[in-house]
């Protein structure tokens, strides 16, 4: 087991399956300590939970609606409260409603950019203040921001794409501070909400230059390199763990 996080404590948001599941689980192989939000799915979080102690890690599952401002903010202050520090934010979690734009209600709006949007600047603003000797925030975005290659993403593509101005002006202003802040955008991934079996599985194959869905892992692998020692130099940046659909 590699240990270059030893020490290091991360938060990831949406931990408890998918992708969040993978990076929360990769960066404790890679030595940190790791917390991880949930909205509903406290027995997955438990035992992702439960996964990262039995690497000899501290791990602590947290109940928290990304929806809700003042959760996202208590869960960033309890982790570094319990833990003494907090160096590593990956903002993961996120919520996708696809649909014409006419048919899009105003509630469905207001939950996409409070939960993709509003959350992972928030969940920043927190963290910040904790990160005294350096840190890393890591933003989880999409595919879409990059290429709408289909109808009904409107709303969607609008709240990933947003990280991109909130990314890079995150990385200009917290660089002298020593805190890095990179995008990773995914591509069609094998996840709960996107299955490679499920509909529109083949049109999203056929979109990537590879011609298959990827794994969580994949995604798993970019953000712990950011989070590590050799992400050292790179701030600002967009990532894409995408598979070619972007290309």
Not at 53 to 65: I, K, L, S
């Amino acid at each position: 087991m590699t240990a270059m996080l030893d020490g290091k404590v991360a938060i990831v948001t949406g931990g408890s399956r998918g992708i969040g599941e993978a990076v929360a689980l990769r960066l404790a192989e890679d030595g940190a300590d790791v917390a991880l939000t949930y909205r509903d799915s406290a027995d997955r979080a438990a035992a992702v939970a439960g996964r990262i102690r039995a690497m000899g890690r501290r791990a602590w599952a947290v109940r928290a609606d990304s929806a809700d401002p003042t959760a996202v903010c208590e869960a960033v202050d309890r982790v570094a409260a319990e833990s003494g520090r907090l160096d590593i934010v990956v903002n993961n979690a996120g919520i996708g409603v696809l649909g014409a734009v006419e048919d899009l209600s105003l509630e469905d709006i207001d939950r996409v950019l409070h939960i993709n949007v509003r959350a992972p600047f928030i969940a920043s603003q927190a963290a910040v203040r904790y990160m005294v000797g350096g840190g890393r925030i890591i933003n989880i975005g999409s595919c879409m921001a990059e290429r709408v290659a289909f109808p009904g993403g409107s709303l969607y593509a609008t709240s990933k794409t947003a990280l991109t101005g909130l990314t890079r002006s995150l990385a200009r202003e917290l660089g002298p501070r020593g805190i890095t802040a990179n995008l990773v955008h995914p591509g069609p991934t094998e996840t709960d909400m996107n299955p490679s079996g499920g509909p529109g599985a083949d049109m999203q194959r056929d979109l990537t230059a590879l011609g298959h869905y990827g794994k969580p892992s994949d995604v798993a692998a970019t953000v712990a390199h950011l989070a590590g020692d050799a992400g050292r130099y790179v701030t600002g940046a967009t990532i894409a763990v995408d598979g070619g659909f972007a290309a």
